[in-house]
């Protein structure tokens, strides 16, 4: 039986201090998140960081939390119920890089329920060290443990099946009220990592290409940029947040966010962006800033996840 192994970077249990300073100690803990030596590190994260940003963390996820829990468990859920019900002959799971369900523990599981060859999609349109490369080195072992055959898709973010349902949905949120701007924000990742190899940027660049040649809407109203910067050192740039500012002083009123680089709402497309950046961005003079949702539930997202793995399995057997 063919399985299909969906992988998310995780969530805390609940918005409380001890579940979320638990999740952020295990996710800054991985060596391919921060490469700074872990003798070092590691204390310094400890006693150093995690005090410092666990208060704004607590209150982000305070604000993104619903009845349903957190978004990116809830969504990564419903996903991985949408492409099983395509792929009635398949296993599909889910797991997580941080927390449970653990990655090597899921494999396990479908391995002893039969899985005789497993597809690992991690749920991230472009590959970068900081959150791929854990879920395939752990996949990686764990299947070679089990002597079970592995198929890796490491990115699709120039997939067209794909980028068409990302840009209809752009199309649609630009084409209900008249803004000024589309930004096109990605998660930023520091510098130093593209400098030491990292093809995130490549990808990002890729796929923004692509994604202007498809929509209907004036080059010059494009950018890309990058958000959530965490620490001192230099990130990708232009960051988000200085360059909405600059939009509202410049005189924008209304600009338009996507965030092609979570497939599911989280801290980053709820907290940040559609209350604090937006926040931010009025504050300086604009009047709106509406976030384009993420694909979530989207069934044209399960579809073209459920043809994505069927094709590179065919792709594999041929």
Known sequence: MQGLLLVNLGTPTSPTKNDIEKFILDFMGDPNVVTMPQWMWKPLLKHVILPIHIKKSIISYQKIWSQNGSPLRFYTEKITQQ?????????????????????????????????????????????????????????????SNLDLPLTIIKHFCTNNEYLQILVKDIQHYWNLDKYDHLYISYH???????????????DCTAQTQAMCQMINIPSEKISMVFQSKCGLMPWLKPYLNKTLIQAAKDGMKKVLIVTPSFVTDCSETIAEDAIDNKNL????????????????????????????????????KG
Request: positive net charge.
């Open 83 to 143: 492409v099983q019900a395509l792929l009635p002959d398949w296993q599909v799971k889910i797991a997580m890089t941080y927390g449970d369900p653990s990655i090597n523990t899921t494999i396990q599981k479908m391995k002893n329920n039969g899985c005789d060859h497993l597809v690992l999609l991690p749920l991230y349109p472009q590959y970068a060290n900081c959150t791929v490369k854990t879920i395939i080195a752990t996949a990686k072992q764990t299947c």
């Open 188 to 202: 930023g990742i520091p510098q130093s990592a593209i400098k030491k190899g990292d093809i995130y940027l490549k």
């Open 281 to 316: 961005f009025i504050k300086y003079g604009g009047e709106n800033l509406t976030v384009v949702p993420p694909m979530n539930d989207s069934p044209a997202f399960a579809k073209f996840i459920a043809n994505l793995a069927t094709n590179v399995n065919k792709t594999k």
